[in-house]
């Protein structure tokens, strides 16, 4: 099962670059070897950002 996953929480980020930032936050968790349950509030950061950084593969 490994390790618990990181909380990475976003949830009221309000900046410019709020979807770079949260693309940093999610390439890195791979890179670190870890799994991760990422807030984020969704009026700020839409759903879409999302979308095309998450491996449904779980992988």
Do not use: W
Not at 7 to 23: C, D, H, P, V, W
């Amino acid at each position: 099962m490994g390790l618990p996953p990181v909380y990475i929480g976003f949830s009221s980020i309000n900046s410019q670059r709020s979807e770079k930032t949260l693309a940093i936050a999610v390439k890195a968790l791979p890179r670190a070897g870890q799994r991760g349950i990422i807030l984020v509030d969704k009026k700020t950061l839409a759903e879409q950002c999302l979308s095309h950084l998450v491996d449904d593969e779980g992988g």
